[in-house]
């Protein structure tokens, strides 16, 4: 029995793995939809869209590695998966700024949340930092 214990995951591992692959998920639909909006012909700039759809599609890579790497309980994917999240408050200032604070303020809320949930004693331990 005590073995299937230590086999069990802490709830804030699994919250923050259930968290941060919901943000994978974003960024993968959202290099969809730009690869999409490429292909389409719907952009002003071709090569600024090819810039910004080979950047996205290279962050989505980096959050998708990052992601097998939490789910796996691997000790270095914590470091990228607070560095990927905490991307998400400097953005949300800014759609503050911009007028989009009803979007703005729950996106740096999730950041905060998220990067609780990785620095958190349980996870630490479940990830094998000390």
Same mark, same amino acid.
């Given at each position: 029995?005590? /073995?299937?214990? /230590?086999?069990v995951s802490p709830v804030t591992l699994r919250w923050a793995i259930g968290l941060f692959v919901a943000e994978t998920a974003a960024v993968v639909a959202m290099t $969809?939809?730009?690869v999409y909006e490429s292909v389409a $012909?719907?952009?002003?700039?071709q090569g600024l869209a090819t810039f910004i759809t080979w950047y996205t599609a290279a962050y989505a890579a980096a959050f998708c590695v990052t992601a097998w790497g939490l789910s796996?309980?691997?000790?270095?994917s914590r470091t990228p998966a607070l560095v990927l999240n905490l991307f998400l408050i400097p953005i949300g200032y800014y759609m503050t700024q911009g007028g989009l604070w009803?979007? $703005?303020?729950?996106?740096? $809320?999730y950041a905060l949340v998220v990067?609780?949930?990785?620095?958190?004693?349980?996870?630490?331990e479940a990830l094998g930092i000390h």
């Open positions: 029995m005590s /073995e299937q214990a /230590e086999d $969809g939809f730009l $012909g719907a952009v002003a700039n796996r309980r691997k000790r270095w009803w979007l $703005g303020l729950p996106l740096i $809320g990067a609780w949930l990785l620095i958190a004693e349980p996870t630490r």
